[in-house]
T-cell receptor, first 112, second 119 residues
Framework: GNSVTQMEGPVTLSEEAFLTINCTYT??????LFWYVQYPGEGLQLLLK?????DKGSNKGFEATYRKETTSFHLEKGSVQVSDSAVYFC???????????FGKGTRLSVIA | DGGITQSPKYLFRKEGQNVTLSCEQN?????MYWYRQDPGQGLRLIYY???????QKGDIAEGYSVSREKKESFPLTVTSAQKNPTAFYLC??????????????????FGSGTRLTVV
């Protein structure tokens, strides 16, 4: 079946530190991959996406590369800010017409 | 501006009571989804609908019901059969058609959620 595994949090970093949140997936066919972000009390917002192998998604300083050989889509940011504090979800969209599958989420706290 | 509206933001349910959560979108999206969010569990799919008057069960459909009488509306009823309904409920919508790549290109749009508490 389709599944997403992401590193458990919480992750606590100082401002301007480097961020990596690991995400690996299991899927048949050729899924698309996403990172969503959830700020406190809100719904999810699309952060970035990649629809095929070796694609790099990027937005607001965040990046993730679709690695088919390692079935991974790790999220990175070179210098985090306090405003990046949120919960981050890795998700995959299977190659059929079935819904998004989410990981369990990783809570990030950035302290000044 | 187009978007998804969920209401109410907070909802309290008594034991044995059915409650209905509203989800309306004006994005002209074909598909709509309900997810449940619990701490440490991520998002789990309850029901989804890709066309009016049709819907499919997700991973945790027991104790829930839905309807899709209009393209823009996908209400979720939490019935008394749902023994542990306290959670954050998220509605989403997406484009469907020409395969999953269309949905992948635009992603899902989420509402701001309804927090349901049993009292």
């Amino acid at each position: 079946g389709n599944s997403v595994t992401q590193m458990e949090g919480p992750v606590t970093l100082s401002e301007e530190a480097f961020l990596t949140i690991n995400c690996t997936y299991t899927a048949t066919g050729y899924p698309s991959l996403f990172w969503y972000v959830q700020y406190p009390g809100e719904g999810l917002q699309l952060l970035l996406k990649a629809t095929k192998a070796d694609d790099k998604g990027s937005n607001k300083g965040f990046e993730a590369t679709y690695r088919k050989e390692t079935t991974s889509f790790h999220l990175e940011k070179g210098s985090v800010q306090v405003s990046d504090s949120a919960v981050y979800f890795c998700a995959l969209l299977p190659s059929g017409n079935t819904p998004l599958v989410f990981g369990k989420g990783t809570r990030l706290s950035v302290i000044a | 501006d187009g978007g998804i509206t969920q209401s109410p933001k907070y909802l309290f349910r008594k034991e044995g009571q059915n409650v209905t959560l509203s989800c309306e979108q004006n994005l002209n999206h074909d598909a709509m989804y309900w997810y449940r969010q619990d701490p440490g569990q991520g998002l789990r799919l309850i029901y989804y609908s890709q066309i009016v008057n049709d819907f499919q069960k997700g991973d945790i459909a027991e104790g829930y019901s839905v309807s899709r009488e209009k393209k823009e509306s996908f209400p979720l009823t939490v019935t008394s059969a749902q023994k542990n309904p306290t959670a954050f409920y998220l509605c989403a919508s997406s484009i469907v058609g020409q395969g999953a790549k269309i949905a992948a290109h635009y992603g899902y749009t989420f509402g701001s959620g309804t927090r349901l508490t049993v009292v």
